[in-house]
């Protein structure tokens, strides 16, 4: 079956660019999508095709997929981005085990 | 608004049956692809089925194949999972959730209803 590997945590400061990483076998044949999972609550769609962004998402949050790995990147990173992130391999549906992104 | 609540969790015996509704208003079940996702405690998010616009197609994840049954009901936009045969590797929070229209992420989740498969 499909895996994704993703990094545990990242951590990153304030006002700062934070980056988690994806890797798959040829996810950059694939579609990419990133989740947003704060304590208690639902997961949020922050990224989906690769690069695109629902609305109401800010522009801080970009995303990018090539090769083996797709990045999501957060820049000017703020205390309300500290979540879990989760990638998705969108034609097998299969999640990354996420990211513990900590902003310190 | 757009929004999905799901109910039908609970605490049941391994071997045992549950079936979980999810409700759907502000758009309708069947002009989307539907999915549940679950997350066992501690976990990350795992897929486990999904149910094409038309309802021809479903598909689940292989440990749930033969156990697990997704079906909709159009009239009452709501969209159920059977789940029979459980097993304690089944506990997770399930998450009904909408599929993008134009497909490549799911853009729509509900708040989660928590199923326990323990004696």
């Known amino acids: 079956s499909y895996e994704l590997t993703q990094p545990p945590s990242v951590s990153v400061s304030p006002g700062q660019t934070a980056s988690i990483t994806c890797s798959g076998d040829?996810?950059?044949?694939?579609?990419a999508s990133w989740y947003r999972q704060k304590p208690g609550q639902s997961p949020v769609l922050v990224i989906y095709?690769?690069?695109k962004r629902p609305s109401g998402i800010p522009e801080r949050f970009s995303g990018s997929n090539s090769g083996k790995t797709a990045t999501l990147t957060i820049s000017g990173t703020q205390a309300m981005d500290e979540a879990d992130y989760y990638c998705?391999?969108?034609?097998?549906?299969?999640f990354g085990g996420g990211t513990k992104l900590t902003v310190l | 608004e757009v929004q999905l609540v799901e109910s039908g969790g609970g605490l049941v015996q391994p071997g045992g049956s549950l079936r979980l509704s999810c409700a759907a208003s502000?758009?309708?079940?069947?002009?989307?692809?539907m999915s549940w996702v679950r997350q066992a405690p501690g976990e990350g998010l795992a897929w486990v089925a999904n149910?094409?616009?038309?309802?021809?197609?479903?598909y689940y994840v292989d440990s749930v194949k033969g156990r697990f049954t997704l079906s909709r009901d159009n009239a009452k936009n709501s969209l159920y999972l059977q789940m029979n045969s459980l097993r304690a590797e089944d506990t997770a929070v399930y998450y009904c959730?909408?599929?993008?229209?134009?497909?490549?992420?799911?853009?729509?989740w509900g708040q989660g209803t928590t199923v326990t498969v323990s004696s």
């Open positions: 959730v909408r599929e993008k229209t134009s497909g490549g992420g799911m853009d729509v």
């Open positions: 502000g758009f309708t079940v069947s002009s989307n692809w």
């Open positions: 149910i094409k616009p038309d309802g021809s197609e479903k």
């Open positions: 040829k996810l950059g044949d694939k579609y």
């Open positions: 095709q690769d690069t």
């Open positions: 998705q391999a969108w034609d097998s549906k299969v």
